[in-house]
């Protein structure tokens, strides 16, 4: 595989900048994420998707492009509804409009990204909607507060992103809905013992990670699986021995934003104790400046064949999928069906009657 190809990285702006552009052709990467400063129009996103696309692919990856990743759940995490001009409803609000809410509202997220060209969507969330910890970062992301709505929810909403084409990656296990405080700024601790834990936060996970085709590992420290120890989950060898062992995930596993202030130390060093823990995959968000020290340093933890077969796979799964072309027509039309979504979406549903009343 090549140097970069455990990575996956963010762009500076709408375009490649001529740094990027050389950067990446000498290292090409797994893929990149793109974000809101990246999305200017639909016609711009499919240009930049497709000058991405046509990056030297990685060697040893039988000619196989990077892969193309979004951050698209809905609600307070859409980067595509405003290109559609529609605004996705959120996990929750989907979750309790019912099943079929949450199919509908995946199926046209994933269509309108698939149109533009993305292969990959960090979605859903199986985080557990805690009141009052999970809400710091979390409100409206989760499905439910019960294992059971979550797994419900999710696998629906899985379902409905598959029907798209996406690839699907859940997270952010072992679960971040008792998180206090936001990862992006500070380390959340998650005070709970091992035992409660699996039986709820890791249940949703156990459930339906064998069915996406990633599973991200968030920045929480989970004492209650350290021996008291405050290890975030993503540089965690005993978290990813969760993952891999009771919950029995054999797919491709992500690191969170290794850029989130959560992480002590270098984006060199916190790659490297990702990569070592057992992320198969880096995510570095923003900072271009570090890409070559990391690239550098998890190059030199050496190979892994059965990582290299897991990656492998994935660009198998994400090639065989089918990529409709984007036109001008059906993008309108879709955005036409989004907003007739989300005006149904926003009024009251009628209660269903119960067909055993009398």
């Known amino acids: 595989m090549a140097s970069a190809d455990r990575f996956?990285?963010?762009?500076?702006?709408?375009e490649l900048s001529p740094a990027e552009r050389a950067f990446f052709a000498a290292h090409p990467p797994l893929g990149f994420l793109l974000f809101k400063r990246n999305l200017q129009s639909p016609?711009?996103?499919?240009?930049?998707?497709?000058?991405?696309r046509g990056i030297a692919p990685a060697a040893g990856a039988a000619g196989a492009p990077p892969l193309l990743f979004v951050d698209q759940?809905?609600?307070t995490v859409d980067r595509i509804g405003p290109l559609l001009g529609a605004k996705f409803?959120?996990?929750?609000?989907?979750?309790?409009?019912?099943?079929?809410?949450?199919?509908?509202?995946?199926?046209?997220?994933?269509?309108?990204?698939?149109?533009?060209?993305?292969?990959?969507?960090?979605?859903p969330c199986l985080d557990l909607g805690q009141p009052g910890a999970?809400?710091?970062?979390?409100?409206?992301?989760?499905?439910?507060?019960?294992?059971?709505?979550?797994?419900?929810?999710?696998?629906?909403?899985?379902?409905?992103?598959?029907?798209?084409?996406?690839?699907?990656?859940?997270?952010?296990?072992?679960?971040?809905?008792?998180?206090?405080?936001?990862?992006?700024a500070k380390l959340p601790v998650v005070d709970a013992h091992d035992v409660d834990l699996m039986v709820t936060d890791v249940a949703p996970f156990a459930k339906l990670a064998r069915g996406a085709d990633g599973v991200m590992v968030g920045h929480a420290a989970y004492p209650g699986f350290e021996d008291g120890a405050i290890v975030p989950a993503s540089c965690s060898p005993?978290?990813?021995?969760?993952?891999?062992?009771?919950?029995?995930?054999?797919?491709?596993?992500?690191?969170?934003?290794?850029?989130?202030?959560?992480l002590?130390?270098?984006?060199?060093?916190?790659?490297?104790?990702?990569?070592?823990?057992?992320?198969?995959?880096?995510?570095?968000?923003?900072?271009?400046?570090?890409?070559?020290?990391?690239?550098?340093?998890?190059?030199?933890?050496?190979?892994?064949?059965?990582?290299?077969?897991?990656?492998?796979?994935?660009?198998?799964r994400v090639a065989g999928a089918p990529r409709p072309r984007f036109t001008e027509e059906a993008w309108t039309k879709?955005?036409?069906?989004?907003?007739?979504?989300?005006?149904?979406?926003?009024?009251?549903?009628?209660?269903?009657?119960?067909?055993?009343?009398?």
């Open 73 to 75: 759940e809905g609600g």
């Open 89 to 123: 409803a959120s996990a929750a609000a989907c979750s309790e409009a019912g099943t079929d809410r949450v199919h509908e509202n995946a199926y046209l997220m994933g269509r309108a990204a698939r149109l533009l060209g993305f292969d990959v969507d960090f979605a």
């Open 238 to 262: 005993r978290i990813h021995a969760i993952l891999r062992g009771p919950v029995r995930f054999d797919g491709v596993v992500y690191s969170d934003d290794l850029e989130m202030s959560a």
């Open 334 to 358: 879709l955005g036409e069906e989004a907003r007739a979504f989300a005006d149904l979406m926003s009024k009251p549903r009628e209660k269903r009657k119960d067909p055993f009343a009398f």
């Open 43 to 52: 016609s711009q996103v499919v240009e930049l998707l497709e000058a991405l």
């Open 8 to 14: 996956v990285f963010g762009l500076g702006g709408p």
């Open 134 to 184: 999970g809400a710091v970062v979390l409100e409206g992301r989760c499905f439910g507060f019960h294992a059971e709505d979550v797994v419900i929810g999710g696998m629906v909403f899985l379902h409905g992103l598959a029907r798209a084409g996406l690839a699907t990656c859940v997270k952010h296990f072992p679960g971040l809905g008792r998180g206090a405080v936001d990862s992006h």
């Open 264 to 316: 002590e130390g270098t984006l060199p060093e916190r790659a490297a104790r990702a990569a070592e823990a057992g992320c198969d995959v880096l995510i570095l968000s923003k900072t271009f400046e570090a890409y070559e020290e990391a690239v550098a340093r998890v190059k030199a933890l050496g190979a892994d064949p059965a990582r290299d077969a897991r990656l492998t796979a994935l660009r198998r």
